[in-house]
């Protein structure tokens, strides 16, 4: 009999050196639904990759000095030796750069194009000279250009558009009826008010401001843009157009594109679109997970925690970290990581509930069956029934939370399990049977029930954590096969004889208190230097050339209109002078009136909010005034400072 096909995808992620347990979060998920899947009869398909053109990559390969080629197979090493690392079982591994992907990139551009739905016209947006690049009005800094912080321009250029205005009606009536397309629900109404309804403007789809790019087959002049680019991979990945299309016909549409929330957009408008343009079937469900934040924020290196996965997983173990990955963050929303979050999140769960149940049962099995698992069938319905249920009912209720999406679900149903396991253990007292030869069957049925547990649970957590899975299932030295999916649907296949085999503990605890401050020193060597790099070096003359004075503050108000700047009257001997400073965050007028500072007396007035600064004060920090510099000792206003 045919399996039924199950067909799964991240996002393919951008070439990038520093790839954070954000985006691990994403491959994990999909890891765990993708495993789970097979386990359970399926036939998967799990793709990831890397998305490797644009602009970004060709300015930073040539920061690097080398081809954007050569700039993104130094980074895609990386990211398949991470996903090695955290044991990610995808299928396939599609890279923007492959030949197979490019090919049929050009394909899929020339069909709508055939089709009218790619025509030429005009590109408008605000052009940075030195970057060559174009921005919208969004990604500006302050109105200038978010990487260079230089002044842009109002300027077009030719560009192919893809007609996604014409598609909008039907999309429409596909999200509207079909509530399983955009989970969770929430997004759709998102989706729905605030860029469907409100109207779709047609996609500019190329560029002809840089070159790092799939060229449009017809126009050389142009490379295909992002999106069509990107989003093609789930189908590219499948052979689709290509002389052996035979996965793209055994697996599309997908049943799962499981994508962040801010890339939701492109997902369900430009991806469908795409794909009703082309006349093909539509993926069956897009499902938008949240973010991994941290203090407020997405995700940043800069602020004291690890989150450098690699290390991370070489400190607790891959499993830990995937634990709490896919334990801590119910899929649909943000989701707070700290270190602290994950040590009390492996102790209490993993150390403490998992890591004892084994250790206990298995050394206590050792101490009064030598290691040899036995069944006497001496049932105590009160003690045995309410962890026999949970053991029964286990894997159907697994089945329907992984069904919704629901991890982080699934596994506290199994640990709650544990839980009731480790329980049982205090009930039925073993300690106290053993003492007892009349009690003997019992302490035999009870160990069963113990060891028959592990075993359930074993089986259960190993789409989630699959090395430990595999751990226990040579301690409790059972075969493959008596450890599947299957195996688990009733009770009792644990074999009687078994012989347990000792082995370390699963997940040892860690000491919460040691643990931070060890990582507080080791954060401090990931950051490296937290000051500004020392700028380039200066001749003695070209020091001299700046005129620094003492000058004494005699005037000092708020400027109108602005929180940031104060208005200072400052005496400096022979004359006395306006300099607009933005101090205000850190000093008020009234303080500032009567201090003495250094100012630099010779730079170019410059007006700020209507008001000529003849001068600048010198002041200690980089973006926020930390400090400001004053005079020891005996002085005028107006003298030199060198
Ligand atoms: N290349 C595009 C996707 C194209 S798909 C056709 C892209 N790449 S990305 O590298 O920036 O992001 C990849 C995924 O990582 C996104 O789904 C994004 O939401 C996810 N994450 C990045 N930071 C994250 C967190 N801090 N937390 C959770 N996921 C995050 O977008």
Redesign the pocket.
Known sequence: MERPTFYITT????P?DNL?I??T??TVAADAMARFKRNTGFDVMFLTGT?EHGQKIEKKASDAGMTPKEYVDMIVGNIKELWKLMNISNDDFIRTTDERHEKAVQKIFQKLYDKGDIYKGEYEGWYCTPCESFWLDRQLVDGKCPDCGRPVQRAKEESYFFRLSKYAPRLIELIQNNPEFIQPVSRANEMLQNFLLPGLEDLAVSRTSFKWGIPVPFDDKHVIYVWVD??S?YITALGYTSDNDELYRKYWPADIHL?????IRFHTIIWPAMLMALDLPLPKQVYG?G???MDGG??SKSKGNVVDPVRLAARYGVDALRYFLLRDMPLGQDSQFSNEILINRINSDLANNLGNLMSRSIAMNMKYFDGIVGRSGAYVPEEDDPILEKARELPSQIEELMDGMRLADALAKIFEYANALNKYIDVTAPWILAKDEDKKDRLKEVMYNLLEGLRIIGVAINPFLPETSEKMRQQLNVSEDHFDWASILSYGNLPEGTELVKGDPLFPRIDVEKELKELETLSAEVQGPKKAPVKDEITYDEFMKMDLRAAKVVNAETVKKSDKLLKLTVDMGDETRTIVSGIRSKYSAEEMIGKTIVIVANLKPVKLMGIESQGMILAVGDEEVKGLLTIDGEFEPGDMVH
């Open positions: 996002p393919i992620y951008y990038s954070h954000g985006h979060y994403c998305d990107a989003l991979n994508v962040g929330k801010e890339i997970h973010w991994v934040i997405k995700m």
